[in-house]
């Protein structure tokens, strides 16, 4: 091989080498995991209070009466076309047409503490179901 080839394939090699250094995950111990576990089961317990709480809405009825532990809310399934808002959505806003509608409630933020733990304690409780994005 040509010297100047030899160059071309050494700086590719350094190249990669030094992007696959940058591209390598964060060192973490087992007690970071532990306490990162343990703040997620944090907010899926505070979704699950939000669940069966009426505060959401102003009529007195709760996720839990229609979903008891989560059932058909199917989060496995989203983004998909929802007749409801006639679009490709996020759960989260299915989440909000629900407090809207059989709660008569204030629609949440996408971002507000209580929609990552409402969505949380849904996808605790389906964790396991595959993916199946768009499925009716
Ligand atoms: C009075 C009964 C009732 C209550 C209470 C209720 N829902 Fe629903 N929920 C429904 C119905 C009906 C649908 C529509 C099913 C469909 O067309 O996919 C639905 C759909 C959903 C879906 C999408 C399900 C799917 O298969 O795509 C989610 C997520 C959901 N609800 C979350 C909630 C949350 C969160 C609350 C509380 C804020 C709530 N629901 C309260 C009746 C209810």
């Given at each position: 091989?040509?010297?100047?080839?030899?160059?071309?394939?050494?700086?590719?090699?350094?190249?990669?080498?030094?992007v696959?250094?940058s591209?390598?995950?964060?060192e973490?111990?087992?007690?970071?995991?532990?306490?990162?576990?343990?703040?997620?089961?944090?907010?899926?317990?505070?979704g699950?209070?939000?669940w069966?709480?009426?505060?959401?809405?102003?009529?007195?009825?709760?996720?839990?009466?229609?979903?008891?532990?989560?059932?058909?809310?199917?989060?496995?399934?989203?983004?998909?076309?929802?007749?409801?808002?006639?679009?490709?959505?996020?759960?989260?806003?299915?989440?909000?047409?629900c407090i809207?509608?059989?709660?008569?409630?204030?629609?949440?933020?996408?971002d507000?503490?209580?929609?990552?733990?409402?969505?949380a304690?849904?996808a605790?409780?389906r964790?396991?179901?595959?993916?199946?994005?768009?499925?009716?």
């Open positions: 091989m040509a010297k100047k080839h030899l160059w071309a394939l050494f700086i590719v090699v350094a190249t990669l080498a030094v696959g250094v591209l390598q995950a964060d973490f111990t087992d007690t970071d995991v532990e306490r990162w576990q343990a703040e997620y089961m944090t907010v899926v317990a505070e699950r209070a939000l069966g709480s009426p505060d959401l809405g102003t009529n007195g009825v709760a996720c839990g009466q229609c979903h008891p532990n989560a059932a058909n809310t199917h989060p496995e399934t989203y983004p998909k076309f929802q007749k409801q808002l006639g679009r490709v959505i996020a759960v989260r806003e299915m989440i909000n047409w809207m509608n059989p709660l008569e409630g204030e629609t949440l933020e996408l507000d503490p209580r929609m990552i733990a409402l969505e304690y849904i605790y409780e964790r396991g179901v595959a993916l199946d994005p768009g499925k009716h």
